[in-house]
């Protein structure tokens, strides 16, 4: 599994951390930056991800803005993206269980480093469960294809 990295500033810090995780886990993954605490978009380097993963380049990003909000709405608007969001290690388990999660956000404001890496370890580790779930997540990618070009 490849992992498309990706922060803004406000994030920096804590990707960091990420990128020192996946490092230790002998795991691959591309940082696309951003790489420093200078003010930039988050938007940018959340499209990058995004982008590599529409492409097949990597299977999954882990996004960090400021909340992981903005990183989620953008990743969103990328076809086969489904971005979590997620506060807690609950959250990190049932995105991918249930909803076959392939980029998750982190909020580098929100978070602390200790649970950030907590929910990573878990979505990283944790199967999508299928069944009644893919045929939600069918459902979403109906959706996908009547509302992406
Ligand atoms: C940057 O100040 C902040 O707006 C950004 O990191 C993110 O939280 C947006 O959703």
Redesign the pocket.
Known sequence: MKIALAS????YALKTGVAEYLRGRGLDFTDFGCGSGEKVD?VDYGATAAQAVVSGECDRAILV???G???AIVAGKFKGLRPTPCACEYAAEVSRSHNDSNCLTL?G?THTLELALRMVRIWLDTPFEGGRHGLRVQKIRDIEDRNFK
């Open positions: 803004d500033h406000a994030g988050y803005c400021g909340t909000l903005g990183m909020g404001r």
